[in-house]
């Protein structure tokens, strides 16, 4: 059976960090592309992160570049994301989702999220 758990949201001062994780399992992480994907109240889903099997090419929205890193360890099906500099616009469900192709991403899997609240 095929599951992404993220963990690691919470809330968190403005200005503050978070490392979030997402744990995969029945399906072999490497041989996916990974994203990070956020949902704030009353918006739809935005990308935030992705990282290529290998973890050599990543990509981020200009809005969390240079405060957010995606990473990922194959040898433990997991992915994170360092989220530095956090802003009160960063509030949302955090989601982790796995794709075939890192070029063309089409995501079929998907987690349940984790809540991220930063305070001003």
């Known amino acids: 059976q095929v599951q992404l758990v993220e963990s690691g949201g919470g809330l968190v001062q403005a200005g503050g960090s978070l490392r979030l994780s997402c744990v995969a399992s029945?399906?072999?992480?490497?041989?996916?592309?990974m994203g990070w994907f956020r949902q704030a109240p009353g918006k739809e889903r935005e990308f935030v992160a992705a990282i290529s099997m290998s973890g050599g090419t990543t990509g981020y929205a200009d809005s969390v570049k240079g405060r957010f890193t995606i990473s990922r360890d194959n040898a433990k099906n997991t992915v994170y994301l360092q989220m530095n500099s956090l802003k009160p616009e960063d509030t949302a469900v955090y989601y982790c989702a796995a794709a075939a192709s890192y070029y063309r991403p089409k995501y079929n899997y998907w987690g349940q999220g984790t809540q991220v609240t930063v305070s001003s």
């Open positions: 029945g399906f072999t992480v490497s041989s996916y592309a």
